[in-house]
Structure formats: structure tokens, C-alpha cells
């Protein structure tokens, strides 16, 4: 199975201050269609896990601009260029290349 | 896009339970569907996937033989049959449809004596 590898799992942040998550998988991510099924998804607290990014640098509908995903091949990073409130919660990235499709870690973000 | 999962509950050991899910809003039959789980403090897991037309399934190994996903396009539902269950198969199950750009609110399948 593919290994996805979030750094840092914590990240305290300043309201107004950048973030940015990495995410390393264990083998490229190319699909053979020469897509890149990277995915970043947001878990508020109490809440179901929503879509924001999708193959690597897409943000989907509704999602603020701050977000911000890029990388290639097994290497990906979402960045928030200044923090909000209601951005407290846990990150996670996700490949949908290679079955099983598997997720990172998790990445707990939290206001300083 | 409206998913909403059903048939949860706590169960013993080597019990059955079959999940549904309801979809709205959203052109059923053109999508992939999926269930994924969250076992408690932990991080998702992508347990099942259908193709469209139901021609191709797609199971974790931890479930596989033990697990059937299917659907009803007439009825724009997904389903999970789940047997043999396990203390470890405890979690929020969630409906998740196409390349998971919508999830629902969850069920919980709670397997416990």
C-alpha cells in the first residue's frame, strides 16, 4: 500500500500568519491517465472531512482562495496564507492513484 | 449534494449489519461511490469503492470477504453489507460519492459483546 507521510502533525499558528502542510508518498503518484489523484481534505472538529483540494492544485467549489495546493510526483504541500479561526481543525491529504487509496496521518492545526 | 447514511448501530462479534446510503442532488449513476471509516481518534480509511454501473468493486484487504458494497441507481442508493464483524471494525462509516467530493454526516457502527 502507498504510504502518505504529513509533516508536522502539530502546527500551532498565529491568527493572520501562513501555514503549510507537507505530504510525501511512498511511490509517484502519476496515474497512468498522466493525472495526479492527490487530494486535500479539511475535519473540523465534530464534523464529516470535506474536500478542498483535489489532484494536487484544484480547490473545489466554496473553498477560500487562502488554500492553496502544489508538488508532483510524490511530493505535496497545502499551503493557508493567513490563518482564520475557522480554519482549526485536522488536514489530511490523500492519494486516489493506486488501490487501496490511502491517507496521511493528519495534521492538527491549531490557533496559538 | 445530500448523502445520508443509515443502519448503524452496536453489534456483537461475528454479527451482520447492512449500511444504506441516500443520495440527492447530484447525478447518482454518473459517479464512482464510496465507503470510508474513522475508527475513534484515528485517521480515515477508504474501506470500499463501486464503479457507476456496479460492474467493478474494490475492497481494503482487511475487509475483503467479509464486506459487500453495492447500489441502486433507480433508487440513488449505496450500500454496505457487513458480516463477520470485528472488535477493530468499530468507526464512523461515511458514504463518500465520486472522487469523494461530498461526504455524509456518518453512522456509527459501534461492535462490542
Known amino acids: 500500500d502507498v504510504v502518505m507521510t504529513q509533516s508536522p502533525l502539530s502546527l500551532p499558528v498565529t491568527l493572520g500568519q501562513p501555514a503549510s502542510i507537507s505530504c510525501r508518498s511512498s511511490?509517484?503518484?502519476?496515474?497512468?491517465?498522466?493525472?495526479?489523484?492527490l487530494r486535500w481534505f479539511q475535519q473540523r472538529p465534530g464534523q464529516s472531512p470535506r474536500r478542498l483540494i483535489y489532484?494536487?492544485?484544484n480547490r473545489d467549489s466554496g473553498v477560500p482562495d487562502r488554500f492553496s495546493g502544489s508538488g508532483s510526483g510524490a511530493d505535496f504541500t497545502l499551503k493557508i496564507s493567513s490563518v482564520e479561526a475557522e480554519d482549526v481543525g485536522v488536514y489530511y491529504c490523500?492519494?486516489?492513484?493506486?488501490?487501496?487509496?490511502?491517507f496521511g496521518q493528519g495534521t492538527k492545526l491549531e490557533i496559538k | 449534494v445530500q448523502l445520508v447514511e443509515s443502519g448503524g448501530g452496536l453489534v456483537q462479534p461475528g454479527g451482520s449489519l447492512r449500511l444504506s446510503c441516500a443520495a440527492s442532488?447530484?447525478?447518482?449513476?454518473?459517479?464512482?461511490m464510496n465507503w470510508v471509516r474513522q475508527a475513534p481518534g484515528k485517521g480515515p480509511e477508504w474501506v470500499a469503492t463501486?464503479?457507476?454501473?456496479?460492474?467493478?468493486?474494490k475492497y481494503v484487504d482487511s475487509v475483503e470477504g467479509r464486506f459487500t458494497i453495492a447500489r441502486d441507481n433507480a433508487k440513488n442508493s449505496l450500500y454496505l453489507q457487513m458480516s463477520s464483524l470485528r472488535d477493530d471494525d468499530t468507526a464512523v462509516y461515511y458514504c463518500?460519492?465520486?472522487?469523494?467530493?461530498?461526504w455524509g454526516q456518518g453512522i456509527v457502527v459501534t461492535v462490542s459483546s
Open positions: 511511490q509517484s503518484l502519476v496515474h497512468s491517465d498522466g493525472n495526479t489523484y
Open positions: 463518500a460519492a465520486g472522487r469523494a467530493f461530498s
Open positions: 463501486i464503479k457507476q454501473d456496479g460492474s467493478e468493486k
Open positions: 490523500m492519494q486516489g492513484t493506486h488501490w487501496p487509496y490511502t
Open positions: 489532484k494536487v492544485s
Open positions: 442532488g447530484f447525478t447518482f449513476s454518473n459517479h464512482w
